[in-house]
């Protein structure tokens, strides 16, 4: 490679820049322009920044006021059970084998009633599936029976759980484990060290 001169170039104005070729400073020169600045805009004053981390607020009163209006919801009967989605009855298939295709779900809940939308995730890096499906169907009654009937069955040489994706009241744990009870052992070691 060819050495070559690399001149460092100042674009800031100096004292010396504002001369005349014949040596006198030019008091009448006119001044720079200022550019726009592409964050404000250009204006003198600072751009207003909207959204949820910019807010000045005064006091948490205003953000309680602001907080407490009314959201939409979908209607519900109140007490626990199930919770229709926006489109349908959508209930939660796990267990599901890993090398399960829709075809094999379309085919196993179809018979409970018409599928609106059935979705099967599968792992971006194996390409097999997660392990899980949602299904939706028009009508509730339509998904109940397909949880009562499918729920425990074998699809795929693999047990599969059938329940609601969404419910309302607090969650009921199918696979709850039992409470843990202390054996004579341990309730004599905590009578006789406390």
Same mark, same amino acid.
């Given at each position: 490679? =060819? !050495? ?15 001369? +005349? ?7 009448? #020169? &006119? ?6 600045? &592409? ?7 600072? %751009? ?11 006091? #948490? =009163?205003?953000? !309680?006021?602001?907080? =407490? ?7 519900? +009967? ?8 926006? $489109?349908?009855?959508?209930?939660? @298939? ?9 075809? +094999? ?10 599928? %609106?939308?059935?979705?099967? !995730? ?6 097999? @599936?997660?392990?899980? #499906? ?7 009654? $339509? ?7 499918? +729920? ?22 199918? !696979? ?19």
């Amino acid at each position: 490679m =060819a !050495n070559t001169e690399v001149e460092a170039v100042d674009f800031e104005p100096e004292d010396d820049d504002l001369m +005349d070729e014949d040596g006198g400073v030019d008091v009448d #020169a &006119a001044p720079m322009p200022k550019l726009k600045s &592409a964050i404000t805009g250009g204006a003198s004053e600072p %751009k207003r920044t909207k959204g949820r981390g910019f807010r000045q607020e005064t006091d #948490a =009163a205003d953000r !309680n006021t602001r907080l =407490a209006g009314r959201f939409d919801s979908l209607d519900s +009967d109140g007490g626990p059970g199930p919770e229709r989605s926006i $489109e349908g009855w959508i209930i939660l @298939v796990t267990g599901v084998h890993e090398e399960a295709q829709e075809d +094999d779900l379309q085919n196993a809940f179809g018979e409970f009633g018409e599928i %609106k939308n059935l979705h099967l !995730n599968l792992d971006r890096r194996t390409g097999f @599936v997660k392990g899980y #499906a949602l299904i939706e169907y028009e009508k509730r009654d $339509e998904a109940q029976k397909a949880i009562s009937e499918m +729920d425990g069955t074998e699809l795929l040489t693999q047990n599969i759980t059938v329940d609601w994706a969404f419910s309302r009241g607090p969650f009921k744990r199918r !696979n709850m484990r039992r409470r843990y009870v202390p054996c004579e052992i341990t309730v004599a070691y905590k009578q006789i060290h406390l």
